[in-house]
Nanobody, 124 residues
Framework: QVQLVESGGGVVQAGGSLRLSCAASGIASSGHCVGWFRQAPGKEREGVAG???????IYADSVKGRFTISKDNAKNTLYLEMNNLKPEDTAMYYC??????????????????WGQGTQVTVSS
């Protein structure tokens, strides 16, 4: 059974930083494209960043230069380093994994495993 468990969310002031983690079990995330998505109240879920087994990365334009996605294959853990946070970054953040071998993508239809989410709130 595949499980993705996010942690690291919280409340931070604008300009601050947070580091999200996603611990995977039941899959070897090293072989999958794994990514972060977010959903703000009243808005659709959107892709934030993704990284594949070749460590190719992709970012939403809104977070480029501020967020960094990385993974530790030995720990089977995905990370999202978020710097210079803005109030518009406030959302529930979800970790997700694709089927094995998928190349880097932020299309939700390519992701088949999802975590329960961790809340990030940025105050102005």
């Amino acid at each position: 059974q595949v499980q993705l468990v996010e942690s690291g969310g919280g409340v931070v002031q604008a300009g601050g930083s947070l580091r999200l983690s996603c611990a995977a079990s039941g899959i070897a995330s090293s072989g999958h494209c794994v990514g972060w998505f977010r959903q703000a109240p009243g808005k659709e879920r959107e892709g934030v960043a993704g990284i594949d087994r070749f460590t190719s990365t992709i970012y939403a334009d809104s977070v480029k230069g501020r967020f960094t996605i990385s993974k530790d294959n030995a720990k089977n853990t995905l990370y999202l380093e978020m710097n210079n946070l803005k109030p518009e970054d406030t959302a529930m953040y979800y970790c997700a994994a694709s089927r094995w071998g998928t190349r880097v993508t932020m299309s939700m239809r390519d992701y088949v495993y999802w975590g329960q989410g961790t809340q990030v709130t940025v105050s102005s």
